[in-house]
């Protein structure tokens, strides 16, 4: 097709959210409202993506920080027909203008493309809707013999008859732009709201013998808006909804496809098992034969192929590697990247660490800014001392280390090749190859020594 233009509105205030957020910031699946319509339009390789912003303008802007945006300021909201107004010194000469709304975030990109194949090359198209309750939408006017639409009348404008037709305007439209700019300025605001209603182009456009074609969209929650905090909950669970479907599609097995949260992107391999309530955010990639444990929250990570992560785990921007153990209750945090058959056990904290293949911390452990060898065994309740409350310094462990329970490691330190270090030490010097070390005072036993007793004053 010809040219396009993307034209999304978002300069309502959105009062009904209760908030002092500007209504396109607020989030669906992690992401700003307005941020998913952009994502979508982008899709569809447009000219230019122009948004109409008036309410917290700034606060949008600065939120979001795309290159690849015209912003256009409409200070006073007038109706959708003088935000379009707007940005008319924007749009092309030829070509289409799609309008999207900032505050519709679920539309799909196959219904963009089905609308725009029904405008063909000259006509304007509409997507409606038929709903149940069509209460505060503006209706689709048909020519009652031919079917075709002739105009849109809004809820206040319409007469009683015209208020119990279902098929509503969802506001998305496509409009060729030499139209456009013939029918914009002609807008007048004669009507109930005293508003330049977008939507009276559409009898300009039939008594200008322009054709005006519609099309549907296939589920009712791709034009569904948000207004208030409750349909932003039921849009979220409709995308969460949707994600979940199409993993069990790519046949991923999610023990409750109505307890998972995905805020993101996540790709899986194949034999993928996820438990109940995980959460997965940002870019998360899951290799053949992973299993997720229950309330396990992985945030930009990739694990690699037969990794096990036990329940209640929390992984942030870290790589796992293949046949790793990791959890239940394990930490690890950015900067993390473990190669294969790594275990990180319960209520172990792993801090901007790589640790290579075989090593084990199982349980109650802090490895902050380390390097650990191949084949390492650290003990319970080992910490690595990084921070010296200015600085933050390394721990370097050598391949086949064995650490005994609770010592402290004070970085920088190196615990060299094959040392074995006594259960109880604190370790301030390079220890050498494969000797015992080992820094606690020698146990002792006094004889005659008493327990002190409660004085009876
Ligand atoms: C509009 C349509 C109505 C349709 C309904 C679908 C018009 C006149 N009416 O009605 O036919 O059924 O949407 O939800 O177009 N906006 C601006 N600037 C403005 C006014 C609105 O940017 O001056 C933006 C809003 O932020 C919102 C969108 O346009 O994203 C729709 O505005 P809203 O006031 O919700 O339109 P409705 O009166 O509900
Ligand atoms: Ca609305």
């Not at 519709?104 to 006509?123: D, R, Y």
């Not at 669970?237 to 109505?258: F, I, M, T």
């Amino acid at each position: 097709m010809s040219k396009l233009n993307v034209v999304i509105l978002a300069a309502g205030a959105g009062k009904r959210m209760q908030s002092t957020l500007p209504k396109v910031l607020h989030t669906l699946a992690g992401r700003p409202l307005l941020m998913h319509v952009i994502n979508t339009a982008r899709m569809l390789s447009p000219d230019k993506i122009c948004v109409v912003i008036g309410h917290g303008s700034d606060q949008v802007k600065q939120s979001i920080t795309d290159d690849d945006l015209t912003w256009v300021l409409q200070a006073q909201q007038l109706g959708t027909g003088h935000a379009l107004m707007q940005v008319l010194p924007q749009l092309n000469t030829n070509g289409f203008t799609l309008v999207l709304y900032g505050d519709v975030p679920l539309v799909q990109i196959q219904t963009l493309q089905q609308l725009i194949a029904a405008a063909g090359e000259k006509s304007c198209a509409l997507l409606t809707a038929i709903i149940d309750d069509p209460f505060g939408y503006g209706r689709i006017l048909r020519n009652r013999e031919t079917g075709e639409v002739v105009a849109i009348v809004e809820q206040k404008d319409a007469t009683a008859e015209q208020q119990s037709i279902r098929e509503v305007n969802t506001g998305i439209m496509l409009i060729p732009n030499q139209h456009l700019h013939q029918w914009l300025p002609k807008l007048e605001n004669k009507n109930t709201q005293r508003e330049y209603y977008l939507t009276d182009i559409i009898a300009m456009a039939v008594k200008d013998g322009i054709y005006v074609a519609s099309s549907q969209a296939g589920n009712f929650w791709e034009v569904m808006g948000v207004n208030n905090k409750h349909q932003l909950a039921e849009l979220e669970r409709a995308h969460q909804n949707n994600y979940a479907e199409k993993l069990l599609e790519e046949g991923v097995s999610l023990l409750d496809p109505n307890r998972i949260d995905i805020r993101g992107v996540l790709s899986c391999g194949s034999d993928v098992e996820i438990d109940i309530d995980c959460i997965f955010e940002g870019v998360v990639r899951l290799g053949d034969s992973v299993r997720v444990g229950a309330h396990s929250i992985l945030r930009n990570v990739t694990v690699g192929a037969g990794s096990i992560i036990h329940p209640f785990s929390l992984i942030e921007d870290a790589e796992i590697g293949e046949d790793g153990k990791i959890g239940p209750y394990a930490r690890i945090r950015p900067g993390t990247r473990l190669a294969k058959k790594v275990h990180i056990g319960n209520f172990v904290e792993v801090k901007n660490s790589q640790i290579a293949a075989g090593s084990k911390a199982n349980h109650l452990s802090y490895i902050g800014d380390s390097t650990v060898g191949e084949n390492v065994n650290i003990g319970a309740g080992t910490i690595t001392c990084n921070y010296d409350g200015a600085n933050k310094y390394r721990t370097v462990i050598e391949d086949d280390v064995f650490i005994g329970s609770d010592t402290q490691l004070i970085a920088p330190v190196k615990i060299s090749k094959g040392s074995t270090i006594g259960a109880g030490s604190t370790i301030t010097k390079e220890t050498p190859e494969n000797q015992l070390t080992l820094s606690r005072s020698k146990q002792v036993s006094i004889t005659g020594w008493k327990r002190p007793q409660k004085s009876k004053a």
